[in-house]
């Protein structure tokens, strides 16, 4: 009995001694797994260095896509300061390079893909994916991104002036899905950006790429939002 309440006990102190060794960083990251993505933004902001400013923009950015339409412009503003104040930190991280771009795509679709082309966004989203890319080859997310930037300016008809085209949108697509074909949002992009292409010549191949997204197991809270995503994208397709 003695030798199980010992046990016992150095369990517990070990479990609070790993507890209280616990980062900033993984503190940040439990509380963006669980959803509570504004708390993540808070402590991922006060870490000085590229993966802590790179989870706050991360963060912050999911934190934004549950906001109202009129608060979301701010907030994704918020997010590319993040991400830029990562890439200062260290220029040869990735993942910061890609967080530019998903701050600064969020933010054109939220001014409309001809008024951010004008303003250069489409451009400086191009430069971050690229270089997201040059720094890790398999970097899915990444090409997810490209795939869809091609896709929303071939789709206001401008392809030919960004150097964007069909093809090279579905093969972004298709490479990030041969890396990771188990992550949700990849597949519900896939769907947006073939929808956007041509929807009369892709509304099958988009709706078969939403029905394998709602199979796939979320792995934490934003996937949770991107399978709510997915549903509703295969309800207005089968409108």
């Known amino acids: 009995m003695k030798k199980i309440l010992l ?36 402590i991922a902001n006060d870490i000085q260095s590229s993966e802590g400013q790179t989870l706050a923009a991360k963060a912050n950015s999911i934190y934004a896509s549950t906001q109202s339409d009129n608060k979301q412009e701010a907030i994704y503003a918020e997010s590319e300061k993040y991400a830029n104040n990562a890439i200062k930190l260290n220029s040869k991280y990735s993942d910061a390079y890609f967080e530019l771009a998903r701050a600064l795509g969020r933010l054109s679709q939220l001014r409309g893909t001809l008024a951010a082309l004008s303003q250069g966004l489409g451009t400086k989203v191009k430069s971050a994916l690229e270089t997201c890319i040059d720094l890790d080859r398999n970097s899915a997310e990444c090409m997810v991104s490209f795939g869809l930037w091609h896709a929303e300016i071939v789709a206001k008809g401008v392809g030919w002036i960004y150097g964007a085209n069909e093809g090279a949108s579905i093969n972004f697509f298709e490479r990030a899905i041969a890396i990771e074909p188990k992550i949700i949002i990849h597949r519900v992009e896939y769907a947006h950006g073939m ?8 509304k099958a191949a988009a709706k078969s790429q939403l029905e394998i997204a709602l199979k796939l197991e979320p792995r934490d809270a934003a996937d949770k939002l991107d399978l709510e995503r997915a549903k509703r994208d295969l ?3 089968n409108k």
Do not use: E, I, W
């Not at 369990?11 to 708390?39: N, W």
């Not at 929808?195 to 892709?202: E, G, Q, S, V």
């Open 7 to 42: 046990s016992a006990a150095l369990f517990a102190a070990m479990s609070l001694l790993t507890s209280s060794l616990a980062t900033p960083l993984q503190d940040a990251q439990k509380l963006y797994t669980k959803g509570d993505f504004k708390a993540a933004v808070d």
């Open 195 to 202: 929808l956007l292409l041509n929807r009369d010549k892709y």
């Open 235 to 237: 309800a207005d397709l």
